[in-house]
């Protein structure tokens, strides 16, 4: 086959960004230095840029100790120190009496470290409180470099894992700051500081009239919110009713910009209750907002199929002793669950204990490749390692499982069906179940109010938990049918989905072993 010989056509690279001059870049906060300067570039400052940080022109000393911190921990771009700092000292000038600011959705939480300080060196005691789903690795290593800067403000600042939904205060007592949350997460911002009848502090970003919840502004709807966007556009519109909503709801409310050079989302949002304001009225208002009437808002929730935070239930910003429990990263809790679904014979042989004992035994039984023959039993039941799968050896324990005794609190009726609540368990005899030795025996629990029938064990770090979810009579033959839901979760191991489908597919197998011995269930 020929080859043509012309080059081949190779797309043109977009032209690099412009970078702007100095004196053009912060014109409204005199970064004056010479030289080509983007404040918004994402590149991440180094300790080296300390020095370059000091030709901006006439800055205060404490930004230049601020940027000195920032350099030497090389985890944030150039554009959050400038951005953090703009919204911080324009916060801190139309709230300087603000005791407690909450930095919400905080990220690295830059902003609180910066308006602690601020206030300081005005010899105002301030502390901040950064809340956040996910506690990043740039937050830990800014916080330790603020800490070795300024001892005396270790206690200042507090990091909490959580939901905004659980954040609360004293009408007065906090400003809610937030810099660019996403979308419908400033609305909820507004939400939570109106129902808490404090200050806000919100520079808003990523504007989506499809995502965007309607703010309660009366005689306002969507197509009034199309027809506002196609003048003002997307954000200008969505700022506007959220300001008019402000207003409408008791707030005297101050819009500000920073450098646009820093961000094209540079509009600040600076709100506070006016004496006209009432409380009660305003957390009305919040509790009828529509944020969860929109069916296409995606909000923060944890994942059910990875690693789960297990998030204080409560957030007070006013209460030092609870915030200093909750603070910190919390441990991830990996979670996956299947289901499990069979006829069942009538006689009460499939019960949640017994399946609990197959599963703790998935578990416990390392993997192997096919072919390999299962361990020898160790007739004395020492420690050592976990045997090979056996399914036969397996089904062989659980039918010889029984209860020893019932307590009577805890046990529940699921269609006509009685399943365990708070059950004591016989411990397993050791040669007949070697693929479950890890856990001699199996602790039962009826979990929180409205699971009875729950049990659960713990196996090589890992917590086996086993619900009866459903019950169901065949109208044709009367047959009934079990549906049971086998949660597998871990705060000292990973639990990916490989196990998960190990975990599932041995549990069949065990059971389809049962069937196959007579035990009359059949998987559905």
Same mark, same amino acid.
């Given at each position: 086959?020929?080859?043509?010989s012309?080059?081949?056509?190779?797309?043109?690279?977009?032209?690099?960004?412009?970078?702007?001059?100095?004196?053009?870049?912060?014109?409204?906060?005199?970064?004056?230095?010479?030289?080509?300067?983007?404040?918004?570039s994402?590149?991440?400052?180094r300790?080296?840029?300390?020095?370059?940080?000091?030709?901006?022109?006439?800055?205060?000393?404490?930004?230049?100790?601020?940027?000195?911190?920032?350099?030497?921990?090389s985890?944030?771009p150039?554009?959050?120190?400038?951005?953090?700092?703009?919204?911080?000292s324009?916060?801190?000038?139309?709230?300087?009496?603000?005791?407690?600011? *909450?930095?919400?959705?905080?990220?690295h @939480?830059l902003?609180?470290?910066?308006? +602690?300080?601020?206030?300081?060196? $005005? !010899?105002? %005691?301030?502390?901040?409180?950064?809340?956040d789903?996910?506690?990043?690795?740039?937050?830990?290593?800014?916080?330790?470099?603020?800490?070795a800067?300024?001892?005396?403000?270790?206690?200042?600042?507090?990091?909490?894992?959580g939901?905004?939904?659980?954040?609360?205060?004293e009408?007065?007592?906090?400003?809610f700051?937030?810099?660019?949350?996403?979308?419908?997460?400033?609305?909820?911002v507004?939400?939570?500081?109106?129902?808490?009848?404090?200050?806000?502090?919100l520079m808003?970003?990523?504007h989506?009239?499809?995502?965007?919840?309607l703010p309660?502004?009366?005689?306002?709807?969507?197509p009034?919110?199309?027809?506002? *966007?196609?003048?003002?556009?997307?954000? @200008?519109?969505?700022?506007?009713?959220? +300001?008019?909503?402000?207003?409408? $709801? !008791?707030? %005297?409310?101050?819009?500000q910009?920073?450098?646009?050079e820093?961000?094209p989302?540079?509009r600040?949002?600076?709100?506070?209750?006016?004496?006209?304001?009432?409380?009660?009225?305003?957390?009305?208002?919040?509790?009828?907002?529509?944020?969860?009437?929109?069916p296409?808002l995606?909000?923060?929730?944890?994942?059910?199929?990875?690693?789960?935070?297990?998030?204080?239930?409560?957030?007070?910003?006013g209460?030092?002793?609870?915030l200093?429990?909750v603070?910190?990263?919390?441990?991830p809790?990996?979670?996956r669950?299947?289901?499990?679904?069979?006829?069942?014979?009538d006689?009460?042989?499939?019960?949640?204990?017994?399946?609990?004992?197959?599963?703790?035994?998935?578990?416990?039984?390392?993997?192997?490749?096919?072919?390999i023959?299962?361990?020898?039993?160790?007739?004395?039941?020492?420690?050592?390692?976990?045997?090979?799968?056996?399914?036969?050896?397996?089904?062989?324990a659980s039918?010889?499982?029984?209860r020893?005794?019932?307590?009577?609190?805890?046990?529940a009726?699921?269609?006509?069906v009685?399943?365990?609540?708070?059950?004591?368990?016989?411990?397993?005899?050791?040669?007949?179940s070697?693929?479950?030795?890890a856990?001699?025996?199996?602790?039962?629990s009826?979990?929180?109010?409205?699971?009875?029938?729950?049990?659960m064990?713990d196996?090589?770090?890992?917590?086996?938990?086993?619900?009866?979810?459903?019950?169901?009579?065949?109208?044709?033959?009367?047959?009934?049918?079990?549906?049971?839901?086998?949660?597998?979760?871990?705060?000292?191991?990973?639990?990916?989905?490989?196990?998960?489908?190990?975990?599932?597919?041995?549990?069949?197998e065990a059971?389809?072993?049962?069937?196959?011995?007579?035990?009359?269930?059949e998987?559905?």
């Amino acid at each position: 086959m020929l080859r043509s010989s012309a080059p081949r056509f190779r797309p043109s690279r977009s032209p690099p960004l412009p970078k702007y001059p100095r004196s053009e870049a912060a014109s409204s906060r005199g970064y004056t230095a010479a030289g080509s300067f983007r404040l918004s570039s994402r590149t991440k400052l180094r300790p080296r840029d300390a020095s370059t940080l000091t030709e901006l022109g006439t800055m205060p000393p404490l930004f230049l100790d601020v940027a000195d911190v920032v350099c030497s921990t090389s985890v944030l771009p150039r554009k959050e120190l400038f951005e953090a700092w703009e919204v911080a000292s324009r916060i801190d000038t139309a709230f300087p009496s603000a005791p407690v600011v *909450a930095d919400l959705a905080a990220g690295h @939480g830059l902003l609180a470290w910066i308006l +602690v300080l601020l206030g300081a060196a $005005r !010899g105002a %005691s301030r502390r901040a409180v950064c809340v956040d789903t996910r506690l990043p690795d740039s937050a830990l290593k800014l916080s330790s470099a603020f800490i070795a800067r300024w001892p005396e403000l270790e206690t200042s600042v507090q990091y909490i894992e959580g939901s905004l939904d659980t954040v609360s205060a004293e009408p007065g007592e906090a400003v809610f700051a937030s810099v660019h949350a996403c979308g419908p997460l400033s609305d909820m911002v507004i939400d939570k500081a109106v129902s808490s009848g404090c200050a806000l502090a919100l520079m808003p970003c990523c504007h989506s009239l499809r995502n965007q919840p309607l703010p309660p502004l009366a005689g306002l709807d969507r197509p009034t919110l199309e027809r506002m *966007a196609a003048a003002l556009g997307p954000s @200008g519109a969505i700022d506007a009713c959220r +300001v008019a909503a402000l207003r409408g $709801r !008791g707030y %005297s409310v101050e819009q500000q910009f920073i450098s646009s050079e820093i961000t094209p989302y540079n509009r600040l949002i600076l709100a506070e209750p006016s004496p006209s304001f009432d409380a009660e009225v305003a957390a009305a208002l919040a509790a009828a907002s529509t944020i969860e009437e929109l069916p296409k808002l995606k909000r923060r929730r944890a994942r059910t199929s990875g690693p789960n935070q297990q998030w204080p239930a409560r957030i007070p910003l006013g209460d030092e002793a609870v915030l200093s429990t909750v603070a910190g990263r919390r441990p991830p809790e990996w979670s996956r669950s299947i289901d499990l679904s069979m006829w069942a014979p009538d006689d009460g042989a499939v019960t949640d204990a017994r399946l609990l004992s197959i599963a703790a035994a998935a578990v416990s039984a390392p993997w192997a490749p096919r072919g390999i023959e299962p361990a020898p039993i160790n007739p004395a039941g020492s420690a050592h390692t976990s045997p090979l799968w056996d399914a036969s050896a397996v089904v062989a324990a659980s039918v010889a499982l029984h209860r020893s005794s019932y307590s009577t609190r805890g046990r529940a009726e699921h269609g006509g069906v009685a399943s365990s609540g708070d059950v004591g368990v016989e411990e397993i005899d050791a040669q007949r179940s070697r693929a479950a030795v890890a856990q001699a025996s199996l602790e039962t629990s009826a979990g929180p109010a409205g699971a009875a029938g729950r049990v659960m064990t713990d196996v090589d770090g890992v917590r086996v938990v086993v619900s009866l979810r459903e019950v169901f009579f065949a109208p044709e033959t009367g047959r009934r049918a079990c549906a049971f839901t086998i949660e597998f979760r871990s705060s000292e191991r990973a639990i990916g989905k490989g196990d998960a489908r190990l975990w599932q597919a041995r549990m069949r197998e065990a059971l389809q072993q049962w069937s196959a011995e007579g035990g009359g269930l059949e998987l559905r």
